[in-house]
């Protein structure tokens, strides 16, 4: 048992406490996850830089040569960042919503609310990625209009970005119980946490 | 038979589910209500994300990230102190035109905030100002981040309302210059009046050297919002291109001309954008089939006819739309009650004959003040936290600027040619 109020975890306690070692599998899963966002987002950046190069330089010099697959790509790669993305931040409950009423409440009941909605979450979640995979499924014989890549691999990327939401939202359970910091201490809020990660770096 | 929406919408809401759920949930009760398949949800998300105008908002987000890494922030402090410091209360004036310089490159408010805030409240300490008050110049000055183009709540309202991107970005020049100038003005009559902030007096010559100095130094952070604007309305750039040639810029002044910034902090700051991107454009995702809803079963067709039934003078009309959304901005954060009410509240006010991109330019400024008004204002916990301060000790100061903000509001309402000026 951790009775820690810091949130340390040791590798190799599988046996000792596997959610333990769930949780820190899934943190090492997210930031590979993360950095695989990161590269997604210079792969935008590069994709259209790429199109804007060739319409003006090329254009410049009488070559006939749009890239019209570079606009396709970038797109393509931005529904699967966010679809991770979101998936990565519901580890420490960073998706925006509305927190008034659940800090204003006295702390056991604001925390029961806060449980309510992370239910409701999960079971958004599971039939999300059940309508995914039904919408995958008909984008599998559909192509894109320029590549021609099946748009299965696009489409999944909301079945597979939700299960990793599903993951995350049970870890995020997990170490919010076992470090007795308790569901609304376990929670970060992007916005400010990254505005204020910039001044300290 | 759209109550079912609403009343799912605003329960799941208030218990604290995400909003991205909150909106997704309550549109699939309605679907599954009306006999309709749930995978129009699917349709729905991914055609909304398969846009390259959508592109513009990470891009914004990644550059103005790149900017405060890559050490362009420091240098605008620079430039505005040597523009502004030498008048009695200008060091609070520095506040307010360094986040008009910061927010011509990044898109975010808090980011502004925390940026300027780190450098500047400890120096306003030093002149004499208290910290409260310097926090919350820092705080309230966060607001010209969505007003000032680019402006990331201004994307999102382009692309929920189908108005152009660009011309929104010029209808918020003058209103951002509004803005800024009165807060400007209220810092130096707060700072007079409390006698804060001693200066040495400088001569002319004295003032134009150190600009130029300054200028010099600042050149290339101040050259981006020529690039990224000029780009855009002179048609030479769409603005998801102008966001991306700000990316590029960034990257270029950050790693080889100011070299603040290595190729290993870049991963870290594209992975970190990324998170944010994933985090605002999952609400715009699955606000996609809400206002689908919403507009199969006629809402804002409804709800126009109810306001007409109360008044059909538009100045009422803004009048009660301004209040509302002052009301709605306290509890939603701004980008979610843009993305839910544009598509509802847009057309109504179409039919009150009032011009769509002014109209824009109120919503965005409204629900802007929202990040500085109590109780949930993301603008107020950043500068709480840098300026360290409690926020209780922070409303005093808070709420002469708020004055000040919600009188700039109002101008900008029933000043329509302010937001039109630059429109063709």
Not at chain 1, 174 to 194: P, Q, T
Not at chain 2, 19 to 28: E, F, H, P, Q, T
Not at chain 2, 392 to 401: A, N, S, V
Request: aromatic fraction near 10%.
């Amino acid at each position: 048992m951790n009775k820690n109020k810091t949130l340390t975890y040791e590798t190799g306690s599988w046996f000792a406490c596997p959610g333990r070692s769930f949780v820190v599998y899934m943190d090492r899963l997210n930031s590979l996850v993360t950095k695989l966002c990161g590269v997604a987002m210079l792969g935008m950046v590069l994709c259209v830089v790429a199109g804007i190069l060739t319409r003006f330089v090329f254009s410049h010099m009488q070559y006939d040569l749009s890239l019209p697959w570079t606009e396709e790509v970038s797109r393509y790669l931005m529904i699967w960042v966010v679809f991770l993305g979101a998936a990565v931040a519901a580890r420490k409950g960073k998706l925006i919503g509305v927190q008034v009423l659940v800090y204003a409440l006295p702390r056991g009941l604001g925390a029961g609310l806060k449980y309510l909605s992370i239910l409701m979450s999960l079971a958004f979640y599971l039939i999300l990625i059940w309508v995914g995979l039904e919408w995958a499924e008909l984008g599998r014989t559909q192509g894109s209009p320029v590549l021609e890549i099946p748009m299965a691999t696009t489409y999944s990327a909301m079945s597979v970005g939700f299960t990793l939401s599903v993951l995350n939202t049970l870890a995020l359970v997990y170490e919010a119980v076992k470090s007795r910091v308790g569901i609304l201490g376990a929670e970060e809020d992007d916005e400010i946490a990254s505005a204020l990660a910039e001044t300290k770096a | 038979m759209t109550g079912i929406l609403f009343i799912s919408l605003l329960v799941l809401m208030f218990i604290g589910v995400p909003i991205a759920i909150a909106l997704g949930a309550s549109s699939m009760v309605l679907l599954s209500y009306q006999g309709m398949p749930l995978v129009t949800v699917a349709q729905s998300v991914f055609e909304s994300l398969d846009s390259f105008s959508l592109m513009a908002i990470p891009f914004f987000i990644l550059a103005g990230n790149l900017m405060q890494s890559g050490g362009i922030a420091k240098r605008l402090v620079n430039l505005a102190n040597a523009i502004l410091g030498w008048i009695r209360g200008g060091l609070g004036g520095v506040v307010v035109l360094t986040s008009m310089f910061f927010s011509t490159m990044s898109g975010s408010s808090t980011a502004t905030t925390a940026a300027i805030g780190s450098v500047l409240i400890p120096a306003m300490e030093k002149k004499g100002y208290p910290r409260p008050f310097g926090a919350a110049v820092a705080a309230s000055s966060g607001e010209l981040g969505a007003i000032i183009p680019p402006s990331i709540p201004m994307i999102v309202y382009a692309l929920a309302a189908n108005v152009s991107v660009a011309s929104i970005f010029l209808a918020g020049i003058l209103p951002g210059l509004l803005v800024g100038s009165s807060l400007i003005l209220c810092t130096c009559v707060i700072a007079r009046l409390r006698g804060y902030d001693l200066i040495e007096p400088i001569t002319f010559g004295q003032w134009a050297v150190g600009v130029l100095v300054a200028l010099k130094q600042s050149i290339f952070a101040i050259l981006m919002p020529v690039v990224i604007l000029g780009g855009i309305y002179s048609g030479l750039f769409t603005p998801t291109e102008a966001s991306v040639v700000a990316v590029v810029y960034g990257l270029v002044v950050g790693l080889f001309i100011y070299r603040e910034l290595d190729w290993r902090d870049l991963l870290d700051v594209c992975g970190r954008s990324a998170l944010t991107t994933a985090i605002i454009l999952i609400i715009v995702a699955f606000a996609a089939i809400f206002a689908y809803m919403l507009t199969i079963n006629r809402v804002p067709h409804m709800l126009g006819a109810l306001i007409t039934g109360i008044s059909d003078n538009p100045l009422v009309f803004l009048l009660i739309i301004n209040v509302a959304l002052f009301l709605i901005g306290m509890f939603l954060e701004t980008l979610a009650a843009i993305i839910i009410l544009a598509p509802i509240l847009a057309p109504a006010a179409t039919q009150f004959g009032i011009d769509p991109i002014h109209f824009a330019c109120i919503m965005v400024v409204n629900l802007a003040v929202g990040m500085v008004t109590p109780p949930v204002g993301v603008n107020l916990f950043v500068a709480c936290q840098v300026a360290n301060v409690r926020m209780e000790q922070l409303m005093r100061p808070l709420f002469i600027f708020l004055g000040v903000l919600v009188l700039d509001l109002l101008i900008i309402t029933y000043v329509p040619a302010l937001s039109t000026f630059f429109l063709p």
